[in-house]
Every structure is written in C-alpha cells, then in structure tokens.
C-alpha cells in the first residue's frame, strides 16, 4: 500500500514537472513575441515621426527661405508652389516665367528640384531664380515639404 501511494506521488510529481515546463515555455514565448512587437515599433515608430518632423522642418525652411519670393498659392517675385510636385516646370497659369524656365520642359522631382535648388544656372541657364540652397539637408526636407504639399 505504501509503496502504491508513493509510486502514485512520484507520478504526480513527475506531471506536475511536464506542467511547469510546458508553463515555463509558454512564458517565454510570449516573452519572446511581446518582445519582437516592441522591437518592431522601436523601429518603425522613429521612422513615422522623422518624416514628420522632416516635413515640419522642410516647412520652417520653406518659410525662411522662399516666402521672399513665393507662397503656396499666390503668385509673387516667383510662382506659386502647392502642386510643384510632378509639375511641368514653367508652367503655372498667368505667372511670367523666363524664356529659359518655360522652354525646359523639365518634371519637378526629387532629383530636378534638388539640382535647382543647388544651382539654378547649371540646372537651366538664363532662369530668374537668384536663390540657391547650399546644404543637402535643408533641400531634402524642403522637398518634402513641397512634396507633401502636392498631393491631392
Ligand atoms: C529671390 C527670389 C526667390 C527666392 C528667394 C526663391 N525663388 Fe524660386 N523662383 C523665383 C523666380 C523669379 C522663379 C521663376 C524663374 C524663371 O522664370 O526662370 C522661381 C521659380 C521656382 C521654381 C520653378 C517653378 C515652376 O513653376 O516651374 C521652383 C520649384 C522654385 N522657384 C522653388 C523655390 C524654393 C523651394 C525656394 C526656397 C528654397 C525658392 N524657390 C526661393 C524666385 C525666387
């Protein structure tokens, strides 16, 4: 009788070690996946908000640095610029552009703009836009602004 009930409890033992392994390992799956989630979002949520805060920069840029000449949707010393992205250059409606501008028939994009607002000239000679932007960054950010500010 004895060795039956101890026989019995050393079974019970043994289950209640497979229930806790079994425990054990389920633990640390989910562990493991709550962990790879937290990762993820660690890595796209800084990606979110630089864009955003790119966009936010390219507009504080866009303001210092253009509203000389241009606004979003008046015509001034230059062209308005909402829609410039994917535009035909020289071509807002009623806005005297230089014969050089108008006859360059190029497409505003990331690689176009960048190039005009490095050098203007060595983009399209003989254009009227003496302005230029000399560090990488600020044009980078000013076309996204400009970017986002295009799409319909
Ligand atoms: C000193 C005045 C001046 C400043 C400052 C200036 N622009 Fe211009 N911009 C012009 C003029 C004038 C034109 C028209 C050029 C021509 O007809 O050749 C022009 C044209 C453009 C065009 C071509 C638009 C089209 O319809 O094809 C873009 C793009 C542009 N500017 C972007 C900018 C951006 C971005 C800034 C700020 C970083 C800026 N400009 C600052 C005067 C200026």
Known sequence: MRQILFKKLKADQKQLAVRLSVREHSGFLIGFSVGILMLLALIIFPRISRADTNVDRGKQLFEKRCTGCHSL???????????VYG????TVPGFTYSAALQSSHLTWDDA??????????SLVAG???????????ERADIIRFLKAMSVK
């Open 87 to 90: 535009r035909q250059s020289g």
């Open 73 to 83: 949707d008046q015509d001034k010393e230059g062209p308005r610029l909402r829609g």
């Open 127 to 137: 254009n009227d836009m003496a302005f230029h932007v000399p560090k990488q960054d």
């Open 112 to 121: 176009s703009l960048d190039k005009w607002l490095t050098d203007t000239d």
